[in-house]
């Protein structure tokens, strides 16, 4: 079973313009991560957000945290070509990573 | 830069044939995973090891899939018989462990289509 549900699902946006999407979980966590996969390869790590932060910047990567709703979200600004992946959030409890199904996000040119 | 490797990268193989894939994890890395991703669907924690030990394997289908971890460092995941919804790309994942689950680092997968 998959604790983080990811929406939306798809996310088409012109290049230039800023992608985000949300991740709700059910129980409670140590931390937060998010991993992009780019089709037919395996998943590298983006970001790691813990329980007792509110928000992370990575370069043109903002997450959220919002432990009180149960909810995180991932911003990209400024897309380009090469942001087209999956991107999944995954939840830490006891040790164990579970994963989301994944916001496909399509970057048109 | 360490990566995890992966072999075979693809295999077809027929239902009821015995399947296996091998991972070596980043150096030094304690923990390592097996996941199962469907197309279009989430990786699914299949088994995880601490070293050599079996921490979490309550997703693995134990009447037909084995892993094991011998020495503590690469690992080995086999399917026997393999059933046509065994069909799925699977991933191995290393991390240094610890009291949290922190970044993983995958491998490029195994993709798996049985016939």
Redesign the interface.
Same mark, same amino acid.
């Given at each position: 079973s @998959?604790q +983080?549900e990811e929406d939306p699902q798809a996310l088409s946006i012109q290049e230039g313009e800023n992608a985000t999407m949300n991740c709700s979980y059910k129980t409670s966590i140590?931390?937060l @991560?998010w991993?992009r996969q780019n089709s &037919?390869? &395996? #998943?590298?790590?983006l970001i #790691?957000i813990r329980s007792n932060e509110r928000e992370k910047h990575s370069g043109r990567l903002r997450v959220t945290l919002d432990t009180s709703k149960k909810s995180s979200s991932l911003l990209i600004t400024a897309s380009r070509a090469a942001d087209t992946a999956s991107y /999944?959030c !995954?939840t830490?409890l006891d040790?164990? #990573?579970? /994963? +989301? !199904? &994944?916001t496909t996000v399509t970057v048109r040119a | 830069e360490a990566e995890v490797a992966q072999s075979p990268r693809y295999k077809i193989t027929e239902k009821s044939q015995a399947v296996a894939f091998w991972c070596d994890p980043i150096s030094g890395h304690a923990t390592l995973y097996w996941y199962r991703q469907i197309l279009g669907q989430g990786p699914e924690l299949l088994v995880q090891f601490q070293d050599e030990s079996v921490v979490d394997d309550s997703q693995l289908p134990k009447d037909r899939f084995s892993a094991e971890r011998l020495k503590g460092v690469d690992s080995t995941l086999k399917i026997q018989p393999a059933e046509l919804g065994d069909s799925a790309m699977y991933l191995c994942a290393s991390s240094l462990g610890g009291a949290r689950a922190g970044e993983l680092f995958f491998g490029e997968g195994s993709r798996l289509t049985v016939l």
């Open positions: @998959q +983080g140590n931390n @991560q991993y &037919g390869r &395996g #998943l590298v790590h #790691l /999944f !995954a830490d040790y164990k #990573l579970s /994963f +989301g !199904a &994944g | -």
